[in-house]
Structure formats: structure tokens, C-alpha cells
């Protein structure tokens, strides 16, 4: 929020303490402020943020992905989304490999069935078969993603599952 009371979209990001229950600043900001993006930690202490919108009215969706930097507390270019999109679910299984699933196409209220993976950098993933804004995703300890519901004009009570291949299936299911 700006000084004048208007929403305001900020590059600026913190790190939360469980511990401490605070927050604290990074010293350096998002290379593009955004909102309704995705989070996820990765090994070795760092963390990606992709998407997201840049605007707090009518917006579309942004591609771009940064990567944290917990040693030098900066943000880097972490690569693009192969599709723009906003309020996705992220996933990390036990290898360290997310998927980053569906999400929105901006303010039209229309969602995408889009998966990226990210192992080190991003790759497209297979897609989901039901386009999805804003899902629910978790996976199962057999390895497999559940993925469900979403805010778009599909029955939100319809579920997928789907088997990762076995490079991100401990137990090849």
C-alpha cells in the first residue's frame, strides 16, 4: 500500500523465522514486484519465485521466475514459466524436483493446465488434463500428485492423480 492509500504491488520480500515468528527484509528486492505468485524452497537453502501479477487491478500474467540467493540475501533471474500465469500450486517432491501446476491467465477469470518443472532450472512438464486456477496439489507418500479443485469454470470437485516419472518417484509407482 502506497503512502496516499492506494494498493501498490512491492518487489520488496522478507524471510520468516519460525523460531522468532518475525519476518525479516532481504537486502536486495524482486527484480519485478508481483503478487499471486508461487513460492518454493529449493536444496541448498535458496528459493524460486515464479509468476504472478504486476498490478493490483486488471493485469495479465507474467512469465518470469527469480531465484533467492540465501548467502548473498539477492534475487537473480531464475528463467521463464512456459506459460504466464498467476495463483499456481507448487509441489516439491523428496528429489528436490517441483512442479509448478495450473494457475490463472490474469484478471478474465480463465486458468491454464500448464506444469513446469523445475530441477535445478525449468522445463515444461506434462500437462494437466483439466485447466485449473488456483488448485489445491499435494503429493502422496507412493509418490503420485494428487491435483485438485480450482476457481475456474470446471466442477471443483473433480480430481487427477497423476505418477511423476521415476527420476521424482522414490518408489516408482
Partial sequence: QTTSGALAVSSKAEIYDPVAQDFTPTSGNLITA??????????GGDAV???????????APILTCERYGAVAGTFSAAGDLSVARDD??????????????????????????AVDVWN?????????RTARGTPAAV????????VAA????????TVEIHTPPSSTNPVAY
Fill in 34 to 43: 508481483r503478487r499471486d505468485h508461487v513460492a518454493f524452497p529449493i536444496p
Fill in 49 to 59: 519465485v515464479c509468476g504472478g501479477l504486476v498490478d493490483v487491478g486488471n493485469s
Fill in 88 to 113: 499456481s500450486a507448487a509441489v516439491t517432491f523428496p528429489d528436490g524436483t517441483t512442479w509448478i501446476v495450473g494457475g490463472g491467465l490474469g484478471t478474465a477469470g480463465a486458468s491454464t493446465s
Fill in 139 to 146: 503429493n502422496l507418500r507412493d509418490g503420485r500428485l494428487v
Fill in 120 to 128: 535445478g532450472s525449468l522445463a515444461p512438464g506434462p500437462s494437466l
Fill in 150 to 157: 480450482g476457481n475456474d469454470t470446471i466442477d471443483p470437485t
